[in-house]
């Protein structure tokens, strides 16, 4: 298996309405589905060596009264990947506990747009270039003391990046924030905001997409780390409640493989 993130399409079947299921009781039914029958693996996904939550889910579609549900699902602890992918292959996919009622595995797919993997080797030698975009298809939003803020702005889309690329890669990026508030700009941004609804409250995100410019002067290495931390975040996520639906982000030029 490749030593990095991984992107994969969950899909389930359900015999009830799923329009109520919320961005919470999703998110609580993965932590079940990775942790359930397996205390290695929910110890590891505890552990402090974690520190944050290693994975991001998005719903892939409307679910609803047809009772399908499709989950996007990306890891970015391969040990914890590898241990989910053993036990789904062995018993042909472990039912979705959701509520008081179980969903029906269908399949596990690594293909299709929304899919992918990339070792951090590849994700770090990402060709450089001054401007990179990205693509924000689901609400995207930033902690600004008690408020959310619903804007791209460089410091808070990269500093989010970097914080879960040094918690997870075994290549710490020795960038700080303060580079990134200096030497990366906002160069277009046609976005417009949209509200999330996590199932206890209501968040003001944006969606759309962003150009970033790394300005003159600013360190090869700082270069680099933008390019990969760009690729990363198709895997990662941006922001706030990546584990809940906000955050996706689309590359123009994934990692894939």
Not at 172 to 185: N, T
Not at 190 to 212: E, L, M, N, W, Y
């Amino acid at each position: 298996m490749i030593a990095g993130p991984y992107a994969v399409i969950l899909k389930f079947r359900a015999q009830h309405d799923l329009s109520q299921a919320s961005p919470e009781h999703l998110h609580a039914a993965v932590l079940g589905l990775l942790s359930r029958g397996d205390s290695a693996l929910a110890k590891l996904l505890h552990s402090p060596k974690m520190g944050r939550r290693p994975f991001s889910l998005h719903p892939i579609g409307p679910h609803g009264e047809e009772g399908e549900l499709r989950l996007r699902f990306a890891i970015m602890a391969p040990e914890l990947f590898a241990r989910f992918w053993s036990r789904w292959e062995r018993r042909g996919g472990i039912p979705l506990k959701l509520g008081r009622s179980f969903l029906e595995p269908v399949s596990l797919t690594f293909d299709g747009p929304w899919c992918g993997s990339c070792s951090w080797e590849d994700l770090l030698t990402t060709e450089p270039r001054k401007e990179v975009e990205l693509v924000f298809a689901t609400p995207t939003a930033f902690k600004a003391g008690d408020l959310d803020l619903p804007l791209p702005v460089p410091r808070l889309v990269f500093g989010s990046l970097l914080k879960k690329w040094n918690a997870f890669s075994p290549y710490p990026l020795g960038i700080s924030v303060q580079e990134l508030e200096r030497k990366v700009a906002l160069a277009e941004a046609r976005i417009g905001t949209k509200i999330f609804f996590d199932g206890r409250s209501h968040i003001v995100g944006f969606v759309g997409r962003a150009r970033f410019r790394v300005l003159r002067g600013a360190s090869p290495e700082l270069l680099r780390a933008v390019n990969s931390l760009v690729r990363f975040a198709f895997f990662a996520g941006v922001g706030r409640k990546t584990t809940h639906g906000m955050g996706l982000v689309r590359v123009i030029e994934p990692c894939r493989s």
